[in-house]
């Protein structure tokens, strides 16, 4: 049988003063004298007493618990997105349920529909390209919601410029002397593919060349490292010349690229250089370290928690692109 929770009353009781009495030890202690306010600790401590803190926002009429849809909390860019938001929430001692889509638009749906039921403040979502149909159903319950990792000008949001990203990447790879880069990119809906993409054909260009003849674009239905390796060997087993470099998407993609190179026992960087995005925190402990554009994972979800709860606004982050051994090569 699960055990009773103490009550105010049985706080009360225990302790030989009103209901009132007790509000007031936890609302307004300074309206108590220090000997009654010791006499109800007391009782607390002895009954194991902890508020209801749903029953209190439930009175109060506002949520201290916000609610964030990422779109797979296992990948570390996601877990230090998520430890950003809980820094910013816990200055303000809000808590925090977390929730992965999976890439799969019903279970966005789902959760979306629980938060709402659930009553949250707020709601931050990693977006995808149906999310927005989905986030009228909480703004007519009065529930705002702020998409990370996105540039929107139709609603509240916090992102990082990717067109600058990309660029940095490519312009990189260009100048070790690489004319044919292989990019395993997203699905082209997503707007971080698109904008990677940008930057990229912006550094081919601005080097004098021609976009169509650096670049093999390989769109990937999901982000992981087997699809990775997949794109790979597409891009190996295919009628045109072999890249001598990737751009990856991120990155997990970026492991099973180099997991299909080992395979061929082709060596990276001399005989293929490779980019990841993110910068993940396993980067520089690989056997070759991995280059990649370094995003600002946790300032970007400490961010947007903060949008949320206070409507400022912030600055599009800028990624850097962080040289290590998986490039760092001249191509001879």
């Known amino acids: 049988m699960t055990p009773q929770r103490a009550s105010v009353k049985d706080v009360a009781a225990l302790a030989g003063v009103s209901v009132g009495t ?45 609610g964030a849809i990422v779109m ?23 808590t925090l349920i977390l929730c992965s889509s999976d890439d799969d638009p019903r279970r966005e749906a789902q959760f979306l529909r629980l938060l709402g039921e659930q009553g949250v ?59 044919r880069i292989l990019f395993l990119a997203g699905t082209p809906d997503l707007q971080q593919t698109r904008h990677r993409l940008r930057g990229a054909v912006e550094a081919v260009q601005a080097a004098g060349l021609d976009p169509v003849e650096v670049l093999h674009v390989v769109n990937l239905p999901s982000l992981t490292a087997n699809e990775g390796q997949r794109g790979m060997i597409e891009a190996l087993d295919g009628p045109g010349p072999a890249p001598t470099a990737v751009f990856a998407m991120n990155d997990i993609v970026a492991l ?3 997991r299909e190179l080992r395979v061929r026992r082709l060596s990276v960087p001399r005989d293929v250089a490779v980019v990841g995005y993110d910068d993940l925190y396993f980067a520089a402990e690989l056997m070759t370290p991995l280059s990649s554009v370094r995003q600002p994972m946790r300032q970007l979800g400490w961010a947007a928690a903060d949008l949320l709860l206070t409507d400022n606004r912030h600055d599009l982050f800028e990624p850097e692109l962080i040289v290590r051994a998986s490039s760092d090569a001249p191509r001879s």
């Open 22 to 66: 007790v509000s007031n030890v936890l609302n307004r202690p300074d309206s108590v004298t220090e000997k009654t306010r010791a006499r109800v600790e007391q009782a607390m401590a002895e009954l194991n007493f902890h508020r209801n803190a749903s029953a209190r926002q439930l009175r109060a009429g506002v949520s201290r618990t916000v």
């Open 72 to 94: 797979d909390v296992g990948n570390p860019y996601y877990t230090e997105l998520a430890r950003g938001i809980e820094d910013r929430l816990a200055a303000d001692d809000h």
């Open 121 to 179: 403040r707020g709601v931050l979502v990693t977006p995808m390209p149906s999310t927005m149909q989905r986030l009228g159903d909480l703004r007519r319950l009065g529930i705002p919601s702020v998409l990370m990792d996105s540039a929107s000008t139709q609603h509240t949001s916090v992102g990082v410029d990717h067109v600058s990203g990309g660029r940095q990447a490519i312009a990189h790879l260009l100048s070790q002397g690489h004319r």
């Open 256 to 258: 099973g690229a180099m």
